[in-house]
Nanobody, 121 residues
Framework: QVQLVESGGGLVQPGGSLRLSCAAS????????MGWYRQAPGKQRELVAS???????NYADSVKGRFTISRVNAKNAVYLEMNSLKPEDTAGYYC???????????????WGQGTQVTVSS
């Protein structure tokens, strides 16, 4: 019912910056929150940052002060500005939306296909 498409991943050197984008489409009635998760090989998927429709944000301790999440509600889009990147940030990054649709009035989590971020010198 909801499709999420991420973009902006790539290879960057330590200390560099990258901006990820995600746009949601489909029979969307409303989106309660959107966020970014990441998963490195052999590790569990973890929350990087999330944001509600009202603008309240939540960040993982490991990225506080370095990453900034933002949202454009009218476009059903969410962005992640990543600065001072570290090799430990290397992972697949996945966009998430907690959304209500025409066919399901419960709020359900939807996921994008992911975009790879590699931080290496």
């Amino acid at each position: 019912q909801v499709q999420l498409v991420e973009s902006g991943g790539g290879l960057v050197q330590p200390g560099g910056s990258l901006r990820l984008s995600c746009a949601a489409s489909g029979s969307i009635v409303s989106i309660k929150s959107m966020g970014w998760y990441r998963q490195a090989p052999g590790k569990q998927r973890e929350l990087v940052a999330s944001i509600t429709s009202s603008g309240s944000t939540n960040y993982a301790d490991s990225v506080k002060g370095r990453f900034t999440i933002s949202r454009v509600n009218a476009k059903n889009a969410v962005y992640l500005e990543m600065n001072s990147l570290k090799p430990e940030d290397t992972a697949g990054y996945y966009c998430n939306a907690e959304a209500q649709t025409l066919w399901n009035f419960n709020y359900v989590d939807y996921w994008g296909q992911g975009t790879q971020v590699t931080v290496s010198s």
